[in-house]
């Protein structure tokens, strides 16, 4: 069980919607995170690449293109 193994609990909520979610293992509880929503609206409809290349956008959009 998932209670039963708190760090399962924490990355299985790393991905998708389930990211805006804050677990307080202390507390037991968790909740939509309105501070983590409105952090990845500045980035809706807005293709986001992050590398650590210092290559050019172009050249860094073109060699993930190729992946």
Known sequence: MLIE???????????GGRSFVIVD???KTA?????LIEEQ???D?????ETSLD????EVLA???NL
């Open 5 to 15: 193994h708190p760090s399962n609990i924490k990355a299985n909520f790393k991905r």
């Open 25 to 27: 293992m202390q507390q």
């Open 31 to 35: 909740g939509p995170g309105s501070n």
């Open 41 to 43: 609206e500045q980035f």
């Open 45 to 49: 409809g807005i293709h986001v690449v």
């Open 55 to 58: 290559s050019p956008a172009q």
């Open 63 to 65: 060699i993930y293109g």
